[in-house]
């Protein structure tokens, strides 16, 4: 019994030596995406415009 007391503890300690790690981390701006916005300029138009201007390109056509 007394083993799973210290086995609790320990998992405890660990869950939460990964939660300080994580937030200092997140704090730091590791998680920050520098990279995407230095591409998007490359892209001629965002997905969803491309396709609205090909189907009005494809409703013309048919008319």
């Given at each position: 019994m007394s083993v799973l007391?210290?086995?609790i503890g320990i998992s405890l300690?660990?869950?939460l030596s990964f939660?300080?790690?994580f937030f200092r981390a997140v704090n730091k701006g590791?998680?920050?995406d520098d990279?995407?916005?230095s591409v998007r300029?490359?892209?001629?138009k965002p997905?969803?415009?491309a396709?609205?201007?090909?189907?009005?390109?494809e409703e013309k056509k048919e008319e």
């Open positions: 007391v210290v086995l300690l660990l869950a939660l300080f790690i590791q998680f920050d990279y995407t916005p300029i490359l892209f001629d997905p969803t415009q396709k609205e201007a090909q189907v009005k390109e």
